[in-house]
Structures are given as structure tokens and as C-alpha cells.
């Protein structure tokens, strides 16, 4: 495990009933700052993600391992009256629940949140779905939500198709709204006492990524395309070829672009009327575009970005994952770790991407085994004898 570092939510219980992506991202968030997060998994099989696959490190699957850190596992079968009991124990005895079942089924197994915080008013209690609570008939699946939230229509190439983000983004940032929202809750309780029902849906938390792009379409009336690789509204600002790769350049300014043609040892483009103001470089685009593609095309990646960055030009390589994850800009900041997991071994792990004071939050738990902390936790938490934990619904 990683050596000490802030852990904030110390002292913060937290009842995981969430699986897959949306929920445990916001659990393991939650639990890299400190909090105590008890994962209850249902028998034999466990959160879905622990069968997808391959790849499986020593048949752990690497799906499950990337999102469910500093977390305890407990194992409870809800089908049961014992293991509906145990839980709802768990939840009184917690500050935060988390779940994200299909909507209407927390609250049939009685874990829902007028049950729980009826018996626990200061309860922080937040649901995830794809659609919200009021839309149960919908499948809340993350591809399915990049195209109900128009996210996939303004992604890919302008000639190709709808094309989805290269990693599940309505989940992640749906969990990612969830901790910040328990967050605020948390913040609240400690002023007024009482808890919140949080409710996050993945298709929401994507249409809010559109930012611009929804301000660019509620002050037009224009529905925003595809732009591939390159800015909507600010030229040139983009993805360029080069001899031995591709860079990104981002000119942000009028001044940045003369300094740009500079570096490009082009004064006709900076002198040229056509492309004085970024309004005119945005209505000249596609003949602007393909003249500084020319000209980037004579020299390497290592080449323009040394001449980019003497001019002043906010520019940057195109990484792939493994050049990503080896790059200094990665080491430095601590966002690959490796941990020791008790059956899978020395494996990697995403670091926290925050810094607190100078330090990254640790890690304290491997992902755990299936059930791995359930006769520890019951005993810890609810003071349950081996007897009572044997009806308990394990």
C-alpha cells in the first residue's frame, strides 16, 4: 500500500450498494479520501464487474480491480429477510448510502431512502441511474447515454459517424457528481443536522459536459456537429499531422496566432486579411487548416514543439495509454501506483488526481477479495457474535 497521505473523510461510514462503473467510481472516490466504505455484494458472483473480462490478473479481473480501492467487501444475500435486515443495520450504523439499482428495487428490498432515513434523518443517501428516479423503464447503460445526450453526435470525424468517447464518460462522470454532491450534503449535515437524498443520472451528468456546446446552440438556435479534431469556435486549435506523429496546438488569441505563423516561418498567413481575427481564421477554417498542415508536415513531433514552445505556443505530443502512463507527466504526479493485491499480486493502479498539501491520497485497501471483510465488519460494525452473523443473510 501506499505510505501515509490526506485522508479527509476519516470517521465517514459509507454503505456501497452500487455495481459495474457509475456507482463504485463514486465509492472508491469517496473511499481515496479516507472514508470507510463497505461494499455489500450479493453470493457466489458478487458486483457484476468481477466476471468481464479478459483481461484477469491471476483470475482477478482487471475491470473490477480499476475502480473498487479502499473498500471492504461484505457479502449479503438481499434475497433474504436475514441479509435485507443485516443491511439495513449497516445503513443505520453509516453516514452515506450509495446505490444504483434499477429505480424502485431499493426500495422493495426496504432499503430505499424515505425507508432509511425515516429510522435515520441525518442519512445522506444517494442513487444513480441512467435516467433518474422517475424514468425506471429506461436502461441506464453508458453507450446508450452518450447517444440519448447527444454527446455522440458531436463526437467523431465530420464526414463519419456518431461516435462514442473512448472511455465510458456518463458513468465516470456520473459517479464523479455523486461524491461531489455527497460531499456538499456532508458539508450541510455538519451545519443543520439533517441528511439529503441525492439523485444522479448518467444521462444528466452528460448533457451538463456540453458546456459551450449547449451555449453555442441555446444562443443560435444552431445544433452543434461534429469538428473531429479541432475546436468549433476557435482556429487554429486542433490536432495537426506532423513528419512522425501528430501534435495538438491550441492558438487562443489573435496575438498567439501571429506569434504561431511566426514559429511556422510564415508571415504571409499572419499578414494575410483573411485570417486577421478569430472570427475570420473560423470562417476561413478549411482553407487555413490544410495551409498549416502543409507547413507542419517539413518536421518531427520533438522538432515543432521545441520551436512551438520557444514562440510561446500552448502545444503537446498525441500519447497513446502505455506512452501516457510512462510519461514524466504521469510519474511525477503520482498517477500510476503499484499495490500489492492479495491474489493478484503487485499490480498497477490509477492514482488519486488530487493533491492535497503536496501529497496524493493512499491507498489503503487492495480491492478486496469477494466477501473477503464480511465476519469483520459485522463483528466491528453491528457487534455481531458468530451466531448472529451465521443468520445474517452471508
Known amino acids: 500500500m501506499q505510505g501515509d497521505g490526506p485522508v479527509p473523510l476519516e470517521g465517514i461510514r459509507v454503505l456501497d450498494?452500487?455495481?459495474?462503473?457509475?456507482?463504485?467510481?463514486?465509492?472508491?472516490?469517496?473511499?481515496?479520501?479516507?472514508?470507510?466504505?463497505?461494499?455489500?455484494?450479493?453470493p457466489r458472483t458478487g458486483d457484476h464487474s468481477r466476471q468481464w473480462g479478459p483481461p484477469f490478473i491471476k483470475g482477478e479481473s482487471s475491470y473490477f480491480l480499476s475502480v473498487n480501492r479502499n473498500k471492504r467487501s461484505v457479502v449479503l444475500d438481499l434475497k433474504t429477510g436475514g441479509g435485507r435486515s443485516t443491511a439495513r443495520a449497516l445503513a443505520m450504523a453509516?453516514?452515506?448510502?450509495?446505490?444504483?439499482?434499477?429505480?424502485?428495487?431499493?426500495?422493495?428490498?426496504?432499503?430505499?431512502?424515505?425507508?432509511?432515513?425515516?429510522?435515520?434523518?441525518?442519512?445522506v443517501y444517494a442513487s444513480i441511474s441512467g435516467y433518474g428516479q422517475n424514468q425506471p423503464t429506461l436502461a441506464g447503460y453508458d453507450q446508450i447515454a452518450q447517444g440519448t445526450s447527444g454527446l455522440m453526435s458531436i463526437t467523431g470525424m465530420p464526414d463519419g459517424p456518431p461516435t462514442k468517447v473512448g472511455v465510458p464518460v456518463?458513468?465516470?462522470?456520473?459517479?464523479?457528481?455523486?461524491?461531489?454532491?455527497?460531499?456538499?450534503?456532508?458539508?450541510?449535515?455538519?451545519?443543520?443536522?439533517?441528511?439529503?437524498?441525492?439523485?444522479?443520472?448518467?444521462?444528466?451528468?452528460?448533457?451538463?459536459?456540453?458546456?459551450?456546446?449547449?451555449?453555442?446552440?441555446?444562443?443560435?438556435?444552431?445544433?452543434?456537429a461534429r469538428d473531429g479534431n479541432h475546436h468549433s469556435t476557435i482556429?487554429?486549435?486542433?490536432?495537426?499531422?506532423?513528419r512522425d506523429g501528430f501534435i495538438n496546438v491550441a492558438v487562443g488569441s489573435d496575438s498567439q496566432y501571429r506569434r504561431f505563423c511566426e514559429a511556422l516561418d510564415a508571415p504571409e498567413l499572419a499578414e494575410d486579411p483573411r485570417f486577421a481575427t478569430?472570427?475570420?481564421?473560423?470562417?476561413?477554417?478549411?482553407?487555413?487548416?490544410?495551409?498549416?498542415?502543409?507547413?507542419?508536415?517539413?518536421?518531427?513531433?520533438?522538432e515543432w514543439l521545441e520551436?512551438?514552445?520557444?514562440?510561446?505556443?500552448?502545444?503537446?505530443?498525441?500519447?497513446?495509454?502505455?506512452?501516457?502512463?510512462?510519461?514524466?507527466?504521469?510519474?511525477?504526479?503520482?498517477?500510476?501506483?503499484?499495490?500489492?493485491?492479495?491474489?493478484?499480486?503487485?499490480?498497477?493502479?490509477?492514482?488519486a488526481p488530487w493533491k492535497m498539501d503536496g501529497r496524493s491520497s493512499p491507498i489503503?485497501?487492495?480491492?478486496?477479495?469477494?466477501?473477503?471483510?464480511?465476519?469483520?465488519?459485522?463483528?466491528?460494525?453491528?457487534g455481531y457474535d458468530d451466531a448472529m452473523i451465521e443468520a445474517s443473510g452471508t
Request: glycine share 10%.
Open 94 to 123: 453509516s453516514d452515506v448510502v450509495v446505490e444504483s439499482f434499477k429505480p424502485g428495487t431499493a426500495a422493495r428490498l426496504g432499503l430505499g431512502p424515505e425507508e432509511l432515513r425515516a429510522g435515520k434523518p441525518e442519512l
Open 307 to 351: 520551436r512551438l514552445e520557444q514562440h510561446g505556443i500552448p502545444a503537446g505530443p498525441t500519447l497513446n495509454v502505455a506512452e501516457a502512463f510512462s510519461s514524466p507527466l504521469a510519474s511525477e504526479r503520482e498517477m500510476r501506483v503499484e499495490i500489492t493485491h492479495p491474489v493478484a499480486g503487485r499490480i498497477s493502479q490509477v492514482g
Open 235 to 242: 482556429v487554429p486549435y486542433g490536432t495537426f499531422a506532423v
Open 278 to 302: 478569430n472570427a475570420q481564421r473560423q470562417a476561413a477554417r478549411d482553407t487555413l487548416v490544410p495551409e498549416i498542415e502543409r507547413r507542419l508536415r517539413d518536421s518531427t513531433r520533438a
Open 364 to 382: 489503503r485497501l487492495a480491492p478486496p477479495g469477494l466477501g473477503q471483510h464480511t465476519a469483520e465488519v459485522l463483528r466491528e460494525v453491528l
Open 17 to 42: 450498494l452500487t455495481h459495474a462503473l457509475a456507482g463504485p467510481y463514486c465509492t472508491m472516490l469517496l473511499g481515496d479520501l479516507g472514508a470507510d466504505v463497505i461494499k455489500l455484494e450479493p
Open 170 to 224: 456518463g458513468d465516470i462522470t456520473a459517479g464523479m457528481f455523486a461524491a461531489h454532491a455527497i460531499l456538499a450534503a456532508l458539508v450541510a449535515r455538519n451545519r443543520t443536522g439533517g441528511g439529503a437524498y441525492i439523485d444522479v443520472a448518467l444521462n444528466d451528468a452528460l448533457l451538463a459536459l456540453h458546456t459551450y456546446q449547449a451555449g453555442r446552440f441555446f444562443a443560435s438556435g444552431e445544433t452543434p
